[in-house]
């Protein structure tokens, strides 16, 4: 059995099942065209039609939320080519099932699929702001900018109903803690409040990813996020409110939306952003193969131009995942990237200021039963 999936032009199969295809009724409205098992597995697991259409008779893929209640909740990240130390993710997976997601392979961590696992069976972390509460009160804690959203989306779709990034930001707010958070979703504006209460003490900054102006590319590569008008108009809003803001061209992938990076910064420098930044597709483990099938299924006309330019950035492969090299790659092309960059960006007076959070105003949060501080 053949399966089909929907492309641009000319005319492309999807996988069959035993490949780990599923069929494009069955995950409608989602970014990975296949789920097969993940790389720990010692099995592999598949669809298979039974000769009664029995395919025919599953359900669509729809997102089912576990809650998960980790014994700490600060994450220390001492990568030298990222500009942060310490991280929070609330959630685990991410319902804005973007293709190209280079955390798609935290899942198979979990038994679970890096495919449409990765963007349907989510873990919620209930308990993160009373273990921040905790966190924070430790006598040997040393306040420095804490990043949300690093890993997963914290402004996912189910942050409406679960509101745990919400929670985190009140602890930052009573607790004068500087953060700074990573999202491609207007559902930020809901926490105007607490995010204008923070920056107005030098404590946040919001970067939003922008990855291209095309509604139908975005929804096709990042079916469930906020469209990009929703996202320019969000980086316009927290501007206005005084809240520190950037965009980032994340990921730039070749040949399919590097046109755009001139006009995406024009648009977000025209909303009050400041900074920009940038990052080169990358392609760890198993989104190399997510991202071929999806790109094989959508844009088959473009697929062997974008993997040929892709690999004149790794050196030859499909990634490369040296500290130094993995954000921006190398060669020719990733450095006409970078200069096109960083021209448009001067001429935009974008990166001129490099705002940083105040760490000076801290008071940790004081726990029942323990001391207060003196100093």
Excluded at 167 to 181: A, N
Excluded at 212 to 239: C, H, I, Q
Excluded at 264 to 284: D, F, T
């Amino acid at each position: 059995m053949v399966l089909h999936g929907t492309h641009s032009s000319g005319a492309a199969a999807a996988l069959p099942p035993e490949a780990g295809g599923v069929r494009s009724g069955r995950r409608r409205g989602r970014g990975a065209q296949s789920n097969r098992s993940g790389r720990f597995e010692p099995t592999t697991r598949f669809e298979a039609d039974d000769g009664w259409e029995s395919l025919a008779e599953l359900e669509r893929f729809r997102t089912q939320v576990q809650t998960e209640e980790p014994r700490r909740i600060i994450t220390a990240n001492r990568s030298p080519d990222i500009n942060f130390d310490l991280s929070i993710n609330p959630y685990r997976g991410c319902e804005h099932g973007c293709v190209y997601c280079y955390a798609r392979p935290t899942h198979c961590f979990h038994g679970l699929s890096a495919g449409l696992d990765f963007e349907t069976k989510l873990f919620v972390k209930p308990g993160a702001a009373e273990l921040l509460r905790r966190e924070l009160a430790d006598p040997g804690y040393r306040p420095e900018t804490i990043a949300l959203g690093t890993n997963t989306d914290p402004y996912q779709p189910i942050e409406r109903e679960h509101r745990i990034t919400r929670g985190l930001l009140e602890v930052f707010d009573r607790t004068s803690h500087p953060v700074g958070i990573v999202t491609k979703s207007a559902l930020i504006l809901r926490d105007l409040d607490l995010l204008t209460s923070l920056a107005g003490r030098g404590l946040a900054k919001v970067a939003i990813s922008v990855t291209t102006l095309d509604r139908r590319l975005a929804r096709a590569m990042e079916p469930r996020a906020s469209t990009p008008e929703k996202r320019l108009e969000a980086l316009e809003t927290l501007s206005a409110a005084g809240v520190p803001t950037a965009v980032l061209v994340a990921p730039i992938i070749p040949a399919l939306n590097d046109p755009e990076i001139e006009k995406i910064l024009e648009r977000a420098a025209a909303a009050g952003v400041r900074e920009a930044g940038y990052v080169m597709l990358r392609l760890p483990l198993e989104v190399r193969d997510l991202f071929r099938e999806w790109l094989e299924a959508t844009y088959p006309d473009r697929a062997k131009r974008v993997f040929y330019l892709v690999r004149s950035t790794r050196g030859g492969k499909d990634y490369d995942s040296r500290w130094g090299k993995r954000m921006r790659g190398s060669g020719p092309y990733a450095w006409q990237i970078g200069r096109r960059f960083e021209i448009a960006a001067k001429r935009l007076k974008l990166n001129e200021e490099t705002f940083s959070l105040r760490t000076d105003l801290f008071e940790p949060p004081i726990l029942p039963g323990q001391q207060m501080r003196l100093f």
